[in-house]
Nanobody, 113 residues
Framework: QVQLVESGGGLVQAGGSLRLSCAAS????????MGWYRQAPGKEREAVAV???????LYADSVKGRFTVSRDNAKNTVYLQMNSLKPEDTAIYYC???????WGQGTQVTVSS
């Protein structure tokens, strides 16, 4: 079956960086659009970034210029490089195969002020 496993979360000070990874198995996702989402306590899940099966990517306004999404189709992995982190970026981050109900278990990102 399809599995998405996120990693790379942790605790970081404001202004710091983290790189999240999402490894997919059970499916060759080179033609899939892949998304990163996040959910903060008491808030709804929101889209952070989406990368098309090519290299075209979209970002939420709140992360533009700070986050970069990329993919390595040979490794079936998608990444989210997060720079200049802010306390409001604190959330559980999930990866998702767009158009399908496939989600990872999430990885916690906590940014301290």
């Amino acid at each position: 079956q399809v599995q998405l496993v996120e990693s790379g979360g942790g605790l970081v000070q404001a202004g710091g960086s983290l790189r999240l990874s999402c490894a997919a198995s059970g499916r060759t996702f080179s033609r899939d659009d892949m998304g990163w989402y996040r959910q903060a306590p008491g808030k709804e899940r929101e889209a952070v970034a989406v990368i098309r099966w090519g290299v075209y990517s979209l970002y939420a306004d709140s992360v533009k210029g700070r986050f970069t999404v990329s993919r390595d189709n040979a490794k079936n992995t998608v990444y989210l490089q997060m720079n200049s982190l802010k306390p409001e970026d604190t959330a559980i981050y999930y990866c998702h195969i767009e158009g399908y109900d496939y989600w990872g278990q999430g990885t916690q990102v906590t940014v301290s002020s």
